[in-house]
């Protein structure tokens, strides 16, 4: 039941673009995105509920497809306090709780 | 207003002995969700509360684990006897609401079982 995502890693400049993914093999409810800093604890970034429907924050967006039961978490011209790890959590149709991915390790550079 | 407050914040102890994780969730909030992060393993969900009443605990790896709840602003997990394959950094979370409600994480507490 635990969500894939995509990439594990990945590596940019500051002002580059990134997306994540997330993806269930199962009808999902809810899509939770986290971003935990190193040392730190997760933090809350956003909740998609329906599908299609597509959330954001300033340069930090994300996408959930409900057919494809997948979510994307979009970040723009990144900046250098985006590094940490993301952790998309998903919620079954059908269940009540959250499962976490194993994460996205996000490496911002000058 | 305070968040998630866990204690102790960072454990050192040797096989065998207890060890007494605590959280006190955030006031109003009725689910409670102890978290355990390993690199292998990444964030599992240990057991969760709803009202002070455990609701999921599939997620709590053996009987040497448990987990109460006494009431509404404080909760514990216990490891008896603790092993090094315990070592973790476990995590504490709390919202108002369960499935479209964000969870509040608490610092964690590094345990380390030597």
């Known amino acids: 039941q635990q969500p894939v995502q995509s990439p594990q890693a990945v590596i940019l400049r500051e002002g580059e673009d990134a997306v994540i993914n997330c993806s269930s093999s199962?009808?999902?409810?809810?899509v939770h995105w986290y971003r935990q800093k190193h040392g730190e604890a997760p933090v809350f970034l956003m909740i998609?509920?329906?599908?299609?429907e597509q959330k954001g924050h300033e340069k930090i967006s994300a996408s959930f497809n409900e057919k494809k039961q997948q979510s994307s978490l979009y970040l723009t011209a990144s900046q250098l306090s985006y590094s940490g790890t993301y952790f998309c959590?998903?919620?079954?149709?059908?269940?009540?709780?959250?499962?976490f991915g194993q994460g996205t390790r996000l490496t911002i550079n000058p | 207003d305070a968040g998630v407050i866990q204690s102790p914040r960072h454990e050192v102890t040797e096989m065998g002995q207890e060890v007494t994780l605590r959280c006190k969730p955030i006031?109003?909030?009725?689910?409670l969700f102890w978290y355990r992060q390993t690199m292998m393993r990444g964030l599992e969900l240990l057991i969760y509360?709803?009202?002070?009443?455990?609701?999921?605990d599939s997620g709590m790896p053996e009987d040497r684990f448990s987990a109460k709840m006494p009431n509404a602003s404080f909760s514990t997990l216990k490891i008896q006897p603790s092993e090094p394959r315990d070592s973790a950094v476990y995590f504490c979370?709390?919202?108002?609401?369960?499935?479209?409600?964000?969870?509040?994480f608490g610092d964690g507490t590094r345990l380390s079982i030597l």
């Open positions: 006031s109003g909030h009725d689910y």
């Open positions: 509360f709803n009202n002070n009443v455990p609701i999921d």
């Open positions: 979370a709390s919202t108002a609401g369960e499935r479209n409600q964000p969870q509040h």
């Open positions: 998609l509920l329906k599908g299609g």
């Open positions: 959590g998903t919620v079954l149709q059908g269940a009540q709780k959250l499962v």
């Open positions: 199962k009808a999902l409810y809810s």
